[in-house]
């Protein structure tokens, strides 16, 4: 796979790092992403995903842009205000890079659309902020053996790990089979969030979905990495496979 003379430039500095060099910069082009929510969690990683010359991501969201998102999800402005997210998010996407192929999708991800709208993704993101949503993106990706990069945050904590039970990894539902009981998981707007903490977090997202498509490093498969960042700490440990999951079944 060749790069033009713009691509080359623009990938650079990735193209010199020894752990992606230009045969990782080539799966990154080849690859195509879902990113499950342009909020918080989606609008960091959205932006490194483009710029890292992912070559197709399908945006999927049905919310428009509010006044109260500003305060965290950069990949907005003021002016995008009352647009469809997903809409607004794909056209600073293309700004940003030419060369990606970025395909929004207004709809509410749910069990009965999931598996059609995430069929051919090598790689998912979840960045919603609903536990349903989550429950329907991981059954769905264990059924299809995709793996799935799934973040979380509240307040000052966010948590993110990598999932993919077709590598001995647990499912999301292995570790939260069910939903939290009420008042323990409250919404953003109920308990609030500072707001670079969803940019630590996407970013987080973005660097382990390169990594993973590039063959890079070492991923958070098989780890949960938790961020603090009122106390400036991290703290990381393994979680596995549950033979009595109901998704995954252990496998």
Request: net charge neutral.
């Amino acid at each position: 796979m060749t790069f033009s003379e713009d691509e080359l430039a623009r990938y650079a500095r990735h193209i010199v790092l020894r752990e992606i060099g230009g045969a990782g910069q080539s799966r990154l082009r080849a690859s195509r992403v879902a990113v499950i929510g342009a909020g918080g969690l989606g609008a960091p990683a959205l932006l490194y995903l483009a710029a890292a010359g992912v070559g197709r991501i399908d945006i999927i969201d049905d919310d428009r842009v509010a006044v109260s998102n500003l305060q965290r999800q950069v990949i907005f402005d003021t002016a995008a205000v009352d647009r469809p997210k997903a809409e607004a998010a794909a056209a600073r996407l293309r700004g940003i890079n030419p060369h990606v192929d970025v395909r929004p999708v207004l709809l509410r991800l749910d069990p009965g659309n999931a598996g059609e709208i995430l069929d051919g993704a090598d790689l998912v993101l979840d960045g919603s902020d609903s536990f349903a949503t989550r429950q329907a993106v991981n059954a769905a990706c264990v059924a299809a053996g995709i793996p799935l990069i799934g973040a979380a945050m509240t307040q000052w904590e966010g948590q993110i790990s990598l999932y993919h039970p077709k590598i001995g990894t647990p499912c999301y539902a292995c570790l939260f089979p069910e939903a939290p009981a009420a008042g323990l998981a409250p919404s953003c707007a109920e308990a609030g969030i500072i707001g670079a903490l969803p940019g630590v977090m996407g970013s987080m997202m973005a660097v382990e979905a390169i990594k993973l498509v590039a063959r890079a490093g070492r991923s958070l498969a098989g780890r949960m990495l938790i961020y603090d960042a009122l106390d400036a700490d991290w703290r990381s440990f393994r979680v596995a496979p549950r033979d009595d999951c109901t998704i995954c079944n252990g496998r």
